[in-house]
């Protein structure tokens, strides 16, 4: 089936530095979302991405889907505390509507 | 803010004993999912459900079964927990197109001693 692999699987960084995961697959993706888990929370919906090569931005973090439609990013610039937290892509099966998780990527911003 | 409700949100058991985690959702979705997720670790789907009286087994095997008698209920029983039951259990729904955000509920945290 479908697989995503995310990486990296954690990443510390300094309060104001950047930040990026990415997810990547070998075959082509409809789509790609991405979610945002606090730690003790549940996931959140950050995003969904379905056009070859698209960028959106919600403030600090920059989404980009690759124009293959193998592979999207997550960008996050100058990092706050409140971005603490494991990040998820997700693709949807374009039979189904199921999504199938990657492993995550959690996030620690040293303040 | 989704409208989406777990309970319990911990439970702790001893061996053998049946447990149902209830789930309801006040967003008229027919799409319902439940997952499991161990700390730290990704999300695996146990069960979804595309409507009332659809369910279907995810891609984790499990021993659980659900139910989804009205659109806005979706539990999930286990008839004799296990030690390897200890998990968490997040229930989640979303609109009817094809592929969209789902909305997660706050997940039942569950021990099985």
């Known amino acids: 089936g479908q697989q995503v692999m995310q990486i990296p699987q954690y990443q510390h960084v300094q309060e104001g530095e950047d930040f990026t995961t990415y997810c990547n697959s070998s075959?082509?993706?409809?789509?790609i979302q991405w979610y945002k888990q606090r730690p003790g929370g549940h996931p959140v919906f950050l995003i969904q991405?379905?056009?070859?090569?698209e960028v959106k931005k919600q403030k600090r973090l920059t989404f980009q889907f690759g124009e293959a439609k193998k592979n999207s990013s997550l960008h996050i610039t100058a990092t706050q505390t409140t971005d603490v937290g494991t990040y998820f892509c997700?693709?949807?099966?374009?039979?189904?509507?199921?999504?199938?998780f990657g492993q995550g990527t959690t996030l620690q911003v040293k303040p | 803010e989704a409208d989406i409700y777990q309970t319990p949100r911990y439970l702790v058991i001893g061996t053998g004993k049946k447990i149902t985690l209830e789930c309801s959702q006040t967003m008229g979705h027919d799409k319902m999912y439940w997952y499991q997720q161990d700390p730290g670790m990704e999300l695996h789907l146990i069960h979804y459900s595309y409507g009332v009286n659809s369910t279907e087994k995810g891609d984790l095997s499990s021993e659980s079964t659900v139910s989804r008698i009205r659109t806005e209920h979706f539990p999930l029983t286990l008839e004799s927990a296990r030690p390897s039951h200890t998990s968490q259990y997040l229930c989640?729904?979303?609109?009817?197109?094809?592929?969209?955000?789902?909305?997660f509920g706050p997940g039942t945290r569950l021990t099985v001693t």
């Open positions: 989640a729904s979303s609109e009817s197109a094809l592929v969209n955000e789902q909305y």
């Open positions: 991405l379905v056009k070859s090569g």
């Open positions: 075959t082509t993706l409809s789509n």
């Open positions: 997700a693709v949807g099966s374009s039979n189904t509507g199921k999504l199938i």
